[in-house]
Nanobody, 124 residues
């Protein structure tokens, strides 16, 4: 069982950068795969990025490849999402999610635990 808390969202102009954090509490943090998802009003939740908590393997959605970077800090039990070259289309509530497994998961039903979300708004 794990609890997740996202932070770092806010308002940024197009072309700017933002760094989101997902802080985890609970036991065996290193044994959870972690993913980032986002959901805009009226749209389905979509996959953004994922990382193996142990091993460092990563995967990105095509829409963010080359602009976003997911990373981890095991000492702080935190996963980050560095977002660069932001576009208005990136505006959404961003959620982190975790599941007790080592391999990367890219679909929402594959995750058991979710954070409360953090709003990212990119102005044009």
């Amino acid at each position: 069982q794990v609890q997740l808390v996202e932070s770092g969202g806010g308002l940024v102009q197009a072309g700017g950068s933002l760094r989101l954090s997902c802080a985890a509490s609970g036991r065996s943090f290193s044994r959870y795969a972690v993913g980032w998802f986002r959901q805009a009003p009226g749209k389905e939740r979509e996959f953004v990025a994922a990382i193996n908590w142990s091993g460092g393997s990563v995967h990105y959605a095509d829409s963010v490849t080359g602009r976003f970077s997911i990373s981890r800090d095991n000492a702080k039990h935190t996963v980050y999402l560095q977002m660069n070259s932001l576009k208005p289309e990136d505006t959404a509530v961003y959620y982190c999610a975790a599941v007790y497994r080592y391999t990367i998961v890219v679909v929402s039903p594959g995750y058991d635990y979710w954070g409360q979300g953090t709003q990212v708004t990119v102005s044009s």
